[in-house]
């Protein structure tokens, strides 16, 4: 992970190459990807997702997810996708610290450079001791909310408790993004409360379509750019 001084931002979930491109005139330097075929919110194959990775090469931060349990599904996703960092944001009940120690040695040999990115689900106090228990294996945090109907930590399009993240943020030695529920309003406020090191939008940097997707609303990137950046 890339530190300075400037907040960094990370927006999901690209599904386009061009809007990505967009996203990246925008001012982003992370853009994620869901490659997924579980009925995800904003998920790509594993085909269009290597597109967008390979058309933001040197342009911007690439970062896939992955919800799954299976070691060997999230091997795959890597392997067909190459992403910069791999974001879990499954169960971490079933993708446990000693997994992701276990994905460590399996996948950076492979993928020199890999970085994992792991979410830690904002659900009450004892998101402390996930943080810690998963400190010695990620290169950063995703410090993000859970929503039940959708699977894993993310997406869920509202905040948490920023008191608990700026706790984690506090001790921590990882790079913390700050995720849920964040839009060009809130992100400020955000960023004062919890300190983090980059901020993350989904939901509402969303333009809804009327079938029920959506496309990523440029103007509303570039407006939580500005306003994450300005700090
Ligand atoms: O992109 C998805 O479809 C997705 C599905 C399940 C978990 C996470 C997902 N998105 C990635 C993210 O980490 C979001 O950017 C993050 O959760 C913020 O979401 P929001 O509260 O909607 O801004």
Sequence with gaps: METGTSVKVQIYTMQTVSEALAAVDAGVDYLGVTPSNRGLPGEI?????????????????????????DLGLIADMVGSVRPDVLHLCGDIR?????????????????????QILQAIPMTGPEALDHAAAFEPYADSFI?????????????????????????????????VILAGGLGPDNVQAAIAAVQPWAVDSLTHTNKPLPD???RKDIDKIAAFV????VN
């Design 226 to 229: 500005k306003a994450a950046k």
């Design 143 to 175: 410090l993000d909310s859970v929503a039940a109907h959708i699977d894993g930590i993310g997406a869920a399009g509202v905040t948490h408790d920023w008191s608990l993240s700026r706790e984690i943020v506090k001790r921590s030695k990882l790079p």
């Design 45 to 69: 194959s594993f085909g269009t997702a290597r597109e967008i990775v390979d058309a933001l090469k040197g342009k911007a931060q690439r970062v896939a997810l992955s919800v799954e349990s």
């Design 94 to 114: 079933l993708v446990t610290p000693e997994h992701v120690r276990q994905l460590r040695e399996r996948l950076l040999p492979l993928y020199p450079g890999l």
């Design 212 to 214: 029920g997707g959506f």
